[in-house]
């Protein structure tokens, strides 16, 4: 009799671990992944046409056998003082990229927009640069959402015969 109580309180405890999300993610575990690096960390635009506006790659390590999608991403800036510029936030952009879960992973985006050039271009304040932080959206296998996130900065575009702050 004793032995059969020993199979129903095992069974009642595992199910209660089980449905407390415990086992969860021990089964079904989380991605683990960095960003590793953000190149070019400093954008310069040279000419202000939307497609002439340069990209960003931002490269992924991942730590964990995991496959994974990345969702979407968002931008949001903010000037070198830390106030934030909403005008020009990109909202949640969906983004189909399908990852190995391996190092070096890259996605290419484009954080200086036409309206960071609009700004630029009638505010009459030293607001260079402005901070752009990309937040990345991504789904692994097992249904787990992850966030990671990138900066760079943005600097007043450089167009032949204007002058504007370089980088240090």
Request: charged content about 15%.
């Amino acid at each position: 009799m004793g032995h059969r109580w020993t199979w129903v309180v095992a069974i009642v405890i595992g199910g209660a671990v089980f449905l407390s999300g415990c086992i969860e993610k021990t089964v079904l575990p989380a991605v683990l992944v960095t960003v590793a690096k953000v190149e070019p960390y400093d954008l310069i635009p040279t000419a202000t046409e939307t497609s002439a506006l340069p990209t960003v790659d931002v490269t992924l390590d991942f730590e964990s056998a995991v496959p994974t999608n990345l969702r979407s991403y968002s931008i949001t800036y903010r000037t070198r003082a830390g106030q934030a510029l909403p005008e020009l936030t990109v909202p949640e952009t969906p983004y189909q990229i399908k990852f190995s879960p391996t190092a070096g992973q890259v996605v290419t985006l484009r954080p200086y927009t036409s309206r960071v050039v609009d700004l630029y271009e009638l505010t009459p304040s030293a607001i260079s640069p402005i901070v752009a932080t990309i937040r990345l959206t991504l789904e692994d296998v097992n249904g787990n959402t992850v966030f990671r996130e990138a900066t760079c900065r943005l600097f007043k575009p450089q167009v032949s015969g204007g002058s504007g702050p370089t980088p240090p």
